[in-house]
């Protein structure tokens, strides 16, 4: 469908859909431990990482359990020391993992469809 000068009407539900990209387990483990690093509220959280505070209760429990982050007495959360380490690898994968994606994104434009 297009508008009388010609302009084309763009489905904005489907350009909308192709932006947004899902994130895997690691990205929102990232992104919480990000928030973390300084010491957050769970609001703080909610806020930089984008994320419900259903979805968060979860892995917060997760990984507060598994020792990676704590919460102290004025309900802040901190990173541990195995945190921090893990917070390291993460921030590597997601680095390797955007430099891979933009890879595919030149290759793409190269081939083009075959």
């Excluded at 899902?22 to 806020?47: C, F, H, L």
């Excluded at 541990?80 to 994104?105: P, R, W």
């Amino acid at each position: 469908m297009s508008f009388p000068n010609g302009r084309m009407l763009i489905n904005m539900s489907a350009t909308i859909k192709t932006m947004r990209k899902k994130r895997n387990e690691y990205e929102i483990i990232y992104a919480i431990m990000s928030s973390v690093a300084d010491g957050a509220t769970i609001s703080r959280i909610i806020y930089q990482s984008n994320m419900s505070y259903n979805s968060l209760k979860k892995y917060l429990k997760m990984l507060v359990e598994k020792d990676l982050i704590y919460k102290n007495n004025y309900s802040k959360y901190f990173l541990t020391e195995k945190g921090l380490m893990l917070y390291d690898v993460l921030e590597d994968y997601i680095e390797k993992k955007k430099a891979i994606e933009e890879d595919l994104v030149k290759m793409k434009e190269m081939l083009g469809d075959f």
